[in-house]
């Protein structure tokens, strides 16, 4: 008796479905409390850098208004920050934990990465929504963006940016551990310096030449730019940002595609 | 027909290279085939290279079958998701539709024997139990090939000769490789015999016979 192939694409598409209920089962069941605080989290950061902000403006006696409105400002630049931070550390982890999922022949260990990044939109678009209600409940400035579709696009590009990366971290990650380690730090570094908290516009030029070689920076002032009235992107540059989008990705699948049967027997 | 074609693998070690096989072109019929060997020769890595989760260092393996996941004790299984969830996720894996995906989780409910146990995690389970879950949801799959490591010793006495008397049923409709260090079971269920031994891999016709050299070998 022969058996029906199925067509490859079925057959991704059906490893891809059942990985992401697998993740997103064990995401919202981790713990009592998995699912409260996955959506916790980015409240309680948001209203403490608000509070700190709103303390500052006291102290110093600061009577000069904001051209933009904070809150969402602060709000949309950590949810697109945290969902790559996410990524990045969801994709390090995915082969690992993994591991006995390779026996089954048609899972490759791509397939976790791009489950774990579709657990991570997911889960982002629910805080999103979240956000916007309270925006519209409490009646909050600017919270319907500017350019919706130009802020969609900036979140997409920010997503397969953040992929690559994730890929490249991963495969790093499963051969010499201590990339993971290193990788902790960097990102709390990278929040510092990622322009989350403040406008590139409120700095000066010698920092803002710094800054900009990250290129966390120019995603926030795009996804700000597109935002906010009263902010505008003219500081990004986007070639830029295209090279740390292709090169990785490409170097990220010519290794994967090299060392993929490695990570599946080891 | 499964092709092998200069096929060479091997272990890093202490001691250098450890050879499992070593350049080995053959071409093994249709046919229930059991794997002898002495432990360590590599019938396992042999086994799960026939399966296609493991790669030869060179040479390929090609076969227009399909191939079960290696039957052993409780691999693939997720261990804080219950055995019902484990039986979805695989259903899923396969593309089942919600109805099929129901009917086997019933099967599989009723094969293993599980009980209550099949809704709690799998963490909380006993390596025969695991077995038993894994064994009865192979079952509800159909492939040209099942690949069994050493399954059919799981569970008590009880549940050893039903998972025997399935396994008959089922070859009726498909193939096994099968490891297993029990010629007895070996005789029963296989044709033909592959036996790994110092890099080299030789084919019988006959099962007996491949366990008639296999016991010279041990001696």
């Known amino acids: 008796m022969k058996i029906k192939k199925r067509k490859p694409s079925f057959v991704f598409f059906s490893v891809i479905k059942a990985l992401f209920l697998r993740e997103l089962d064990m995401r919202i069941s981790s713990g009592k409390s998995g699912i409260i605080w996955t959506f916790l989290e980015p409240f309680l950061q948001v209203f403490i850098f608000i509070y700190i902000h709103v303390l500052i403006k006291e102290h110093t006696g600061s009577t000069s208004m904001d051209l933009y409105s904070y809150s969402v400002f602060m709000s949309s630049g950590f949810v697109a920050f945290n969902m790559f931070r996410q990524i990045l550390t969801k994709s390090m982890g995915a082969f690992g934990a993994n591991k006995g999922l390779f026996s089954y022949k048609q899972v490759k260990p791509i ?14 678009t629910c805080v999103v929504v979240i956000f916007l209600i309270l925006g519209f409940l409490f009646d909050i400035d600017n919270y319907i963006p500017k350019n919706i579709l130009l802020v969609f696009l900036s979140i997409i590009w920010l997503i397969i940016f953040s992929f690559g990366i994730g890929l490249l971290v991963a495969i790093g990650n499963f051969f010499y551990m201590s990339v993971g380690k290193f990788i902790g730090i960097i990102s709390f570094i990278l929040l510092i310096f990622s322009a989350v908290f403040f406008p590139l516009n409120n700095i000066p030029k010698v920092a803002q030449d710094v800054l900009l070689y990250n290129p966390l920076v120019h995603f926030m002032e795009m996804i700000h730019g597109f935002y906010l009235y009263g902010l505008n992107d003219k500081l990004v540059d986007y070639v830029y940002v295209l090279y740390w989008t292709i090169i990785p990705i490409f170097i990220g699948l010519w290794l994967y595609v090299k060392l993929e049967k490695r990570i599946i027997s080891q | 027909m499964i092709h092998l074609t200069n096929v060479t693998k091997y272990f890093h070690t202490k001691h250098g290279l450890k050879y499992i096989l070593k350049d080995i072109t053959i071409d093994i019929p249709d046919g229930n085939i059991g794997i002898l060997g002495r432990n360590g020769a590599g019938k396992s890595t042999l086994m799960r290279m026939l399966g296609g989760i493991e790669f030869p260092n060179k040479g390929t393996i090609t076969s227009d079958h399909s191939f079960s996941w290696p039957l052993g004790l409780g691999g693939g299984f997720v261990g804080n998701m219950t055995g019902k969830a484990n039986v979805k996720f695989v259903c899923n894996l396969y593309g089942k539709t919600k109805q099929e995906t129901q009917d086997i989780i019933i099967a599989v409910k009723e094969f293993s024997e599980l009980g209550d146990y099949f809704d709690m995690p799998i963490k909380t389970y006993s390596s025969g139990m695991r077995g038993r879950l894994g064994f009865g949801l192979s079952l509800a799959f159909d492939f040209d090939y099942m690949i069994i490591d050493e399954t059919l010793s799981v569970g008590d006495a009880k549940f050893k000769k039903k998972a025997k008397e399935a ?22 269920m296989c044709d033909t015999g592959l036996l790994v031994y110092n890099g080299k891999l030789q084919f019988f016709k006959d099962i007996n016979e491949g366990i008639k050299v296999y016991n010279e070998i041990n001696r």
């Open chain 1, 111 to 124: 397939d976790t990465i791009i489950a774990r990044v579709f657990v991570e939109i997911f889960l982002m």
């Open chain 2, 167 to 188: 396994l008959k049923k089922k070859i009726e409709t498909c193939n096994i490789i099968l490891v297993s260090h029990d010629m007895q079971t070996l005789k029963e």
